[in-house]
């Protein structure tokens, strides 16, 4: 069993930067995947990035934020990082940190998720 929390969200203006950390418990994460995903209200939960367990080039992002976010690990500290720079509103949603045994794109190949940070991108 895997424990995920996320921290790390809050309100920032159009163009501004936030870095995401999600915080993983209960067994080393050294060796899974791991992802971001986010949910805007009234749309279905999306990718945005996801890590080997090597971490490196092991990396995929979604269209929308590629050249704007990047996702890294610290495996010494169980925690993976989402740093998000040149945000715009269409950014807005709850962050969902999340560990599998896949490098994927698709969110039911993650067995574990965290609880969500509320991410607001103002005009």
């Known amino acids: 069993q895997v424990q995920l929390v996320e921290s790390g969200g809050g309100l920032v203006q159009a163009g501004g930067s936030l870095r995401l950390s999600c915080a993983a418990s209960?067994?080393?994460?050294?060796?899974?995947?791991m992802g971001w995903f986010r949910q805007a209200p009234g749309k279905e939960r999306e990718f945005v990035a996801a890590?080997?367990?090597?971490?490196?080039?092991?990396?995929y992002y979604a269209d929308s934020v590629k050249g704007r976010f990047t996702i890294s690990r610290d495996n010494a500290k169980n925690t993976v990082y989402l740093q998000m720079n040149t945000l715009k509103p269409e950014d807005t949603a709850v962050y969902y940190c999340?560990?599998?045994?896949?490098?994927?794109?698709?969110?039911?190949?993650?067995?574990?998720w965290g609880q969500g940070t509320q991410v607001t991108v103002s005009s």
């Open positions: 209960g067994r080393t994460v050294s060796n899974y995947v």
């Open positions: 890590i080997g367990w090597s971490g490196g080039v092991n990396t």
């Open positions: 999340a560990s599998g045994s896949h490098l994927s794109r698709a969110s039911y190949q993650y067995a574990y």
